[in-house]
């Protein structure tokens, strides 16, 4: 009887993790080529290698026969469902909801708050000597927008809260109230762009999501405002986003492009008006505690038949 957990954290570096299952320590190695720890087909619960390539994390899952229940580090699962049609029917597929709001959000804050006030232009003014002043836009009295309120977009709200902003505007695939305010479906957008100084996106990639920042969204922001994505690359066209930032109309913050890695010598190193960032939203001090604390929880539940967290899709037939 098949009964394998794959962790990407060694086993005996988690504590609490229920007695039953043979847990067998699997990251993907260095160069993403490390030998399987066991046979792919006796492995129950894959919970996938954080911050490796996709191909590295989807490698194993052809071969997950048995495989019931498959557990993301990530908030976003889109490197899984690139390959669904790799996973057999009625596997669980899960997100990290609950693990990368603080650090996230904290970084979305971060990009936000050095962009508006001069940040990179201070850091290569010292590194030549140079005592540079000048006036910048203070957060304080802007208008900010958050595209995709989910848990990570809702942190992001709790840690704008005390700047004293002129206003929030959340928007989502769909509207709802919440006890902040409403929550406008993306097809508001269109009247929502003009009035924000500040947009931030934090929704995750999907089909509906795939270049929602394309040239007529990013024509409607208004003259100088700041994007701010700390989403996925795709969901913004960079085409379309380098033209806006080489005509000087508006900055952007990125912690993620698209290609990604950027590689060297991509136009949008050097464009004007924008701060990149590597892709470190989820990685910091805050994710191994938070990791280790789901996966034991979520493994309880698989192995004593409870309802799982943060279940996104049950893949089937016509996956």
Same mark, same amino acid.
């Given at each position: 009887?098949?009964?394998?957990?794959?962790?990407?954290?060694?086993?005996?570096?988690?504590?609490?993790?229920?007695?039953?299952?043979?847990?067998?320590?699997?990251?993907?190695?260095?160069?993403?080529?490390?030998?399987?720890?066991?046979?792919?087909?006796?492995?129950?619960?894959?919970?996938?290698?954080?911050?490796?390539?996709?191909?590295?994390?989807?490698?194993?899952?052809?071969?997950?026969?048995?495989?019931?229940?498959?557990?993301?580090?990530?908030?976003?699962?889109?490197?899984?469902?690139?390959?669904?049609?790799?996973?057999?029917?009625?596997?669980?597929?899960?997100?990290?909801?609950?693990?990368?709001?603080?650090?996230?959000?904290?970084?979305?804050?971060?990009?936000?708050?050095?962009?508006? %006030? $001069?940040?990179?232009?201070?850091?290569? @003014?010292?590194?030549? =000597?140079?005592?540079? #002043?000048?006036?910048?836009? +203070? /957060?304080?009295?802007?208008?900010?927008?958050?595209?995709?309120?989910?848990?990570?977009?809702?942190?992001?709200?709790?840690?704008?809260?005390?700047?004293?902003?002129?206003?929030?505007?959340?928007?989502?695939?769909?509207?709802?109230?919440?006890?902040?305010?409403?929550?406008?479906?993306?097809?508001?957008?269109?009247?929502?762009?003009?009035?924000?100084?500040?947009?931030?996106?934090?929704?995750?990639?999907?089909?509906?999501?795939?270049?929602?920042?394309?040239?007529?969204?990013?024509?409607?922001?208004?003259?100088?405002?700041?994007?701010?994505?700390?989403? %996925? $690359?795709?969901?913004?066209?960079?085409? @379309?986003?380098?033209? =806006?930032?080489?005509? #000087?109309?508006?900055?952007? +913050? /990125?912690?993620?492009?698209?290609?990604?890695?950027?590689?060297?010598?991509?136009?949008?190193?050097?464009?004007?008006?924008?701060?990149?960032?590597?892709?470190?939203?989820?990685?910091?001090?805050?994710?191994?505690?938070?990791?280790?604390?789901?996966?034991?929880?979520?493994?309880?539940?698989?192995?004593?038949?409870?309802?799982?967290?943060?279940?996104?899709?049950?893949?089937?037939?016509?996956?």
């Amino acid at each position: 009887m098949t009964n394998d957990v794959w962790l990407p954290i060694p086993p005996e570096e988690i504590e609490g993790l229920p007695e039953g299952p043979d847990y067998l320590f699997w990251d993907g190695g260095e160069d993403g080529g490390q030998e399987f720890p066991g046979d792919p087909a006796d492995c129950l619960v894959y919970v996938v290698p954080y911050m490796k390539r996709q191909p590295v994390k989807t490698r194993p899952l052809e071969q997950m026969r048995n495989l019931q229940l498959i557990q993301t580090l990530t908030a976003g699962i889109d490197d899984m469902t690139a390959d669904l049609s790799l996973i057999v029917p009625g596997v669980r597929l899960c997100n990290a909801r609950g693990v990368h709001e603080a650090s996230t959000a904290e970084l979305a804050l971060t990009l936000t708050l050095a962009s508006l %006030r $001069g940040i990179p232009e201070f850091v290569r @003014a010292q590194q030549q =000597e140079r005592w540079q #002043g000048d006036f910048h836009p +203070a /957060l304080a009295d802007r208008s900010v927008l958050i595209v995709g309120y989910g848990a990570i977009g809702a942190a992001i709200e709790d840690r704008l809260t005390p700047f004293e902003l002129a206003r929030v505007a959340r928007v989502a695939r769909s509207g709802r109230t919440t006890e902040r305010g409403p929550v406008h479906p993306f097809t508001e957008l269109p009247a929502l762009l003009p009035e924000a100084d500040v947009v931030i996106l934090s929704t995750p990639l999907t089909e509906t999501t795939r270049h929602l920042v394309d040239a007529e969204f990013l024509a409607r922001m208004k003259d100088g405002a700041l994007l701010v994505n700390v989403a %996925r $690359g795709p969901v913004v066209d960079t085409k @379309a986003l380098l033209a =806006e930032l080489e005509s #000087g109309r508006i900055t952007a +913050a /990125l912690d993620v492009t698209d290609p990604e890695p950027l590689p060297q010598g991509h136009p949008l190193w050097q464009a004007p008006g924008v701060l990149i960032s590597p892709h470190v939203g989820g990685p910091t001090s805050a994710f191994l505690p938070r990791a280790k604390r789901l996966v034991v929880d979520q493994l309880g539940r698989f192995v004593n038949h409870e309802p799982l967290r943060n279940v996104i899709l049950t893949t089937g037939p016509t996956e």
